[in-house]
């Protein structure tokens, strides 16, 4: 599920965000999401809402906070990086389950 941004919420999940590692747009972006909704609500979602899916472009507080965040550990990075980061990660939300059940089952 995810939340609604209320102010109160946006600023304590950024100081929450600042501890995420990654030294790479993709990798700090993959460590704030998997913060913010687990593969099962990622499989819901696709950055522009493709495919039957909601568009986590859409829920703008949300886009935002993910890029500010993002920006906090690489503030070079441009929102075309971000954003392709962000679609790459909810596409593969269904691989990962997948790979987590087959582990599993081992």
């Known amino acids: 599920m995810i939340y609604r941004l209320g102010i109160k919420f946006s600023i304590i999940t950024l100081k929450r965000f600042k501890f995420c590692e990654g030294k790479t747009v993709s990798t700090v972006t993959n460590a704030v999401l998997k ?3 687990n593969n ?3 499989t819901e979602y696709s950055w522009q809402g ?4 909601k568009s986590l472009h859409n829920l703008f507080r949300l886009s935002a906070l993910i890029k ?4 906090e550990k690489c503030p070079s990075c ?5 954003e392709s980061a ?3 990660w909810l596409a593969q939300a269904k ?3 997948q790979r987590q059940n087959k582990e599993g089952n081992v």
């Open 95 to 97: 691989a990962r389950i």
């Open 78 to 82: 441009t929102d075309t990086e971000i």
């Open 50 to 53: 493709r495919k039957g899916k």
């Open 35 to 37: 913060k913010i909704m």
């Open 40 to 42: 099962v609500t990622a």
């Open 86 to 88: 962000i679609g790459y």
């Open 68 to 71: 500010k965040a993002v920006r």
